[in-house]
Structure formats: structure tokens, C-alpha cells
């Protein structure tokens, strides 16, 4: 059974950089038809997309974060992560790392399942 | 971006009933619409794709319909694991977005 799980520190700094890495277990990043995704949610709120990257090093990114977001993966270690540069408050969220399926045969599904269980990082000197 | 509203934003039923979530798009989106589960505390589940595929697994009690702009979800027979919030996402362009939500309390 594929498992996802998020990693890294709980408190950033205002204007550093945020770091996570998602290690995943039961399955393989790399030879798979699969992306792989980050997505995040501020506290009471909803879920807003980050980005997405597949094994071979293909990103795309929400054009809305794209300027500070990056995604890479490393296979060796079965392991994707983000770093979200300049953070402010509003970057304080649950981030979520989760498979990304982008179709299913010729049809575009573009759908997250499974995903990892999440993890809280606040920004806040 | 295409914008998704879903509403209403928070409904209360009980067990047994039916129940129905909408999620409408701010542009066509044909059948690229996905629908998630989550409970607090706890991460999102996919429940249904491409607007009306069952994911593996999920109980045949949850169906969802609709094409265009318009979407629905409906719990047929609403169960006391169904309390959560639901939230509906397009899938037909970059940046992929999601709904508000729709939390399902109790009565």
C-alpha cells in the first residue's frame, strides 16, 4: 500500500526559505505513469494546488507561486521535496504531498490519491 | 483561472438522509471534476473522478453527475463516517483548483 509522509521543520522565519521533503514507501517514484504533488491548506481554509513533478525532473507549477516554488525529486532515495522561498505569514498552511495522477489511459483525470497525513509549518519569527 | 464555488458552504442532516453538494465552474470544464473527502485532522480522500467515477474502493453510496459548469455530489444514504467536508477540484486546466468546501454536520 503506497504511503506518502512530509517532513521538515515546523516554524520558518519570515523571509527565509520553507524546505519539505516527502518520503514515499510501498511503491516506486520512479518507472510509474504517476506525478507527484504538493498541496497546501491555511488553517480554517481550503486546498490550493502548488505544484507537481514526475520522475524525470518535469515541473509545473501554480503560476501563482511559481516565482519563489520549487519542486525536485530524488529517485534514489524515493523522495520529492519543496522549497518555497521568501515566506511570509500567508504562507503558513498544512502542506500536503500526494500522487498525482495526471490521466488514466487517454483520459485526463488529473486527481491526488494517496496523500500524506500532512504537516503544519508556521511562519513567524 | 477557472474559479469553482461550491455551496452551500455547510449543511446539517442526519443519518439516513440524502444529501447533495453542488460545485460550478467559472468556465466549462466538460467532465474534468474531482471530489475529496476529509475528516478533521486528516488529509483529503479522493472519492469520485472525471465527475462520476467511483474511486476503488469508496462505498456506491456517494455518486456524483453533471458536465459543463454544473456539478453535484450526493450521498444517498448519509452514514456517521460521511460527517466531513467536501470539496470539489478541477481537473481540466493548470492551475488545478479546488472549491471552498462543503462541511456536512450533524443535526
Known amino acids: 500500500q503506497l504511503q506518502l509522509q512530509e517532513s521538515g521543520p515546523g516554524l520558518v522565519k519570515p523571509s527565509e526559505t520553507l524546505s519539505l521533503t516527502c518520503s514515499v514507501s510501498g511503491g516506486s517514484i520512479s518507472r510509474s505513469t504517476y506525478y507527484w504533488g504538493w498541496i497546501r491548506q491555511p488553517p480554517g481554509k481550503g486546498l490550493e494546488w502548488i505544484g507537481s513533478?514526475?520522475?524525470?525532473?518535469?515541473?509545473y507549477y501554480n503560476p501563482f507561486l511559481k516565482s519563489r516554488v520549487t519542486i525536485s525529486v530524488d529517485t534514489s532515495k524515493n523522495q520529492f521535496s519543496l522549497n518555497l522561498s521568501s515566506v511570509t505569514a500567508a504562507d503558513t498552511a498544512v502542506y500536503y504531498c500526494?500522487?498525482?495522477?495526471?490521466?488514466?489511459?487517454?483520459?485526463?483525470?488529473?486527481?491526488?490519491?494517496?496523500w500524506g497525513q500532512g504537516t503544519l509549518v508556521t511562519v513567524s519569527s | 483561472d477557472i474559479q469553482m464555488t461550491q455551496s452551500p458552504s455547510s449543511l446539517s442532516a442526519s443519518v439516513g438522509d440524502r444529501v447533495t453538494i453542488a460545485c460550478r465552474a467559472s468556465?466549462?470544464?466538460?467532465?474534468?471534476l474531482n471530489w475529496y473527502q476529509q475528516k478533521p485532522g486528516k488529509a483529503p480522500k479522493l472519492l469520485i473522478y472525471s465527475a462520476s467515477s467511483l474511486q476503488r474502493g469508496v462505498p456506491s453510496t456517494f455518486s456524483g453527475s453533471g458536465s459543463g459548469t454544473d456539478f453535484t455530489l450526493t450521498i444517498t444514504s448519509l452514514q456517521p463516517e460521511d460527517f466531513a467536508t467536501y470539496y470539489c477540484?478541477?481537473?481540466?486546466?493548470?492551475?488545478?483548483?479546488f472549491g471552498g468546501g462543503t462541511k456536512v454536520e450533524i443535526k
Open positions: 477540484q478541477q481537473s481540466y486546466s493548470t492551475p488545478l483548483t
Open positions: 468556465q466549462s470544464i466538460t467532465s474534468y
Open positions: 500526494a500522487r498525482h495522477l495526471l490521466a488514466a489511459g487517454t483520459q485526463v483525470v488529473n486527481w491526488f490519491d494517496p
Open positions: 513533478i514526475y520522475d524525470s525532473g518535469s515541473t
